[in-house]
């Protein structure tokens, strides 16, 4: 980058899901803006990232996977991934090294065919691989598609990606600083506050109820007078019986929830917080097009 200029631009993170698209993004910033699960379907939104560098500014953009739709939110969380890879300024297109390149081509299909923009593939997750796999791996992907870069990294261990953020930056053309410069995201808290609660739903329950639950923050009010900030919010689930577990014997569910969120709202904000949860039923709300544009999908 030269040293009068000054580069920007956009860059979308794409992939199937549960690549590490989100993960990636939090190592890129240094500090955890999205959430992450072991979970398909974590991400739900485009949510930007602002990486400031000497002479230039890049805005990451975390996606949800791409998969097979099922539901009317799968569907929307496609549209919502296949929107965010138009008007951007290069692809990082994300797959895992314990993946074959076979189950990536019909996500290849989906995004790339036809593109201008410059593709980088990033193959992730090199810690799970021996290094003579991840070679073959390099060598088939770039038979696949004009790829701008191959690049290995692990985003979980950090390791290659400063290296990766390094290359695209070269690909970036001159541009004006889109963000000030002290921001890591454009998203309001209490979007980043709903999505921490839903993270630890996400880690926390299984089968259909990670896919079942929405969040919603109700009230948010800071208390300087005795340096706390109180939220309170809902989350809703689509029948009675999701309910019931999410709340668990005794409260004990909803209260691990309560207590994992509130740590990390309360390092997220820098603030102590007092945290409330309700948990509400919005009947088969993933369904329902009002209230998915309600919740934000
Ligand atoms: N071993 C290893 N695990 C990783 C790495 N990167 C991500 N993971 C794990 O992979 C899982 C999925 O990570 P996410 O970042 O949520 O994946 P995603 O692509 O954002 O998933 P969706 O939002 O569902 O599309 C999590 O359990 C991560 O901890 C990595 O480099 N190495
Ligand atoms: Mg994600």
Not at 13 to 26: D, H, W, Y
Not at 127 to 133: F, G, P, Q, T, Y
Not at 276 to 288: I, Q, R
Request: net charge neutral.
């Amino acid at each position: 980058m030269s040293e009068k200029s000054f580069h920007s631009g956009f860059v979308a993170i794409v992939g199937r899901p549960n690549v590490g698209k989100s993960t990636l993004l939090n190592a890129i910033l240094g500090e955890k803006i999205v959430i992450t699960s072991d979970k398909p379907q974590t991400t739900r939104n485009r949510i930007q990232g602002i990486h400031n560098v000497p002479g230039g500014q890049i805005i990451f953009i975390d996606t949800p996977g791409i998969h097979r739709p099922k539901s009317r939110l799968n569907r929307s969380l496609n549209d919502t991934a296949i929107e965010a890879t138009k008007g951007v300024d290069a692809l990082l297109f994300l797959v895992e090294a314990t993946a074959s390149p076979s189950a990536e081509t019909e996500v290849m299909t989906e995004l790339l065919s036809g593109i201008t923009t410059p593709v980088f593939l990033l193959i992730n997750k090199v810690d799970l691989v021996e290094k003579s796999r991840l070679l073959k791996l390099m060598e088939t992907y770039s038979t696949l598609f004009d790829f701008r870069e191959i690049i290995p990294v692990s985003a979980q261990k950090g390791e290659g990606v400063e290296k990766m953020v390094e290359l695209v930056c070269r690909f970036l053309p001159e541009g004006p600083q889109y963000f000030p410069d002290d921001i890591l995201t454009d998203l309001p808290e209490r979007f980043v506050v709903e999505e921490l609660i839903r993270e630890k739903l996400f880690r926390l329950t299984h089968d259909e109820i990670p896919y079942s639950v929405a969040v919603r923050v109700e009230s948010f009010k800071e208390r300087p007078e005795n340096g706390i900030i109180a939220i309170a919010a809902s989350i809703f689930v689509e029948r009675d019986s999701q309910k019931g577990i999410i709340i668990g014997k005794r409260g004990e569910m909803l209260k691990r929830v309560g207590t994992a969120a509130r740590k990390e709202i309360e390092s997220f904000l820098a603030e102590k917080v007092y945290l409330e949860l309700f948990v509400k039923v919005s009947k088969d709300w993933s369904e329902n097009p009002k209230k998915l544009k309600e919740f934000g999908y």
